[in-house]
């Protein structure tokens, strides 16, 4: 079953220029992460942000949970030509790892 | 860090015939594994959720006769595409947690699967 909804579907942007891109989900959750996938690759593990926390950073990655809207976004500050790729929001409901992904973002940034 | 291999990357079969994809942990046990499918341009979909020494547990539309899913050991698990057709053609990845404490569930490559 798909939990997920992301928006927007398609993002096209310049170098340089932030990103960011909405989850919503359907349930309470464990936790929630994010994923990039380049395409007819496999999945990079992005950030892992848990239910009791509203807000992470790792690096250029900023992403914050607001569980009362259900609903999440993942920033990209400054981005380059190489964060071109899907992004994926995928939650965990179980605590065990039982991931349930959201419909996706594919993300270009244009030099 | 952990890592989990999957083989083949790439498998072309023919209408009818079976093929197997492996799942591997190469540096972590893994008592649960999951199994994910990806139509192109689309999100992944679950398709099972593989436990060691006991039967799999399958989502809900997802044939348990027709995707046959093994996990032997605690770093092996298997998925087999019995009697394979071409709309079976797909991206298929599976995922295995360390069980460390940073929750972090690690994926495979994935295996494209082109039924002709």
């Known amino acids: 079953s798909q939990q997920g909804e992301e928006d927007p579907q398609a993002l096209s942007i310049q170098e340089g220029e932030n990103a960011t891109m909405n989850c919503s989900y359907k349930?309470?959750?464990?936790?929630l992460q994010w994923y990039r996938q380049n395409s007819g690759r496999g999945l990079v593990h992005l950030i892992l942000?848990?239910?009791?926390?509203r807000e992470k950073h790792s690096g250029r990655l900023r992403v914050t949970l607001d569980t009362s809207k259900k609903s999440s976004s993942l920033l990209i500050t400054a981005s380059r030509a190489a964060d071109t790729a899907s992004y994926f929001c995928?939650?965990?409901?179980?605590?065990?790892?039982?991931?349930?992904f959201g419909t996706g973002t594919r993300l270009l940034v244009s030099p | 860090g952990a890592v989990v291999s999957q083989h083949p990357s790439r498998v072309i079969c023919k209408s009818g015939t079976s093929v197997k994809i492996e799942c591997r942990s190469l540096?972590?046990?893994?008592?649960?594994m999951f199994w994910y499918r990806q139509f192109p341009k689309q999100s992944l979909m679950l398709m099972a959720t593989?436990?060691?020494?006991?039967?799999?547990?399958?989502e809900q539309g997802v044939e348990k006769d027709k995707f046959l899913i093994n996990h032997a050991s605690l770093t092996l698990s298997t998925l087999t595409v019995t009697s394979a057709h071409p709309e079976d053609s797909s991206f298929y990845i599976c995922?295995?947690?360390?069980?460390?404490?940073?929750?972090?569930?690690?994926f495979g490559e994935g295996s494209w699967l082109t039924v002709v």
């Open positions: 540096d972590f046990q893994a008592t649960t």
């Open positions: 593989s436990n060691e020494g006991s039967k799999a547990t399958y």
């Open positions: 349930t309470s959750i464990n936790n």
């Open positions: 995922s295995a947690s360390d069980g460390g404490s940073g929750n972090t569930i690690y």
């Open positions: 942000i848990r239910s009791n926390e």
């Open positions: 995928a939650t965990d409901d179980t605590g065990f790892q039982k991931l349930v």
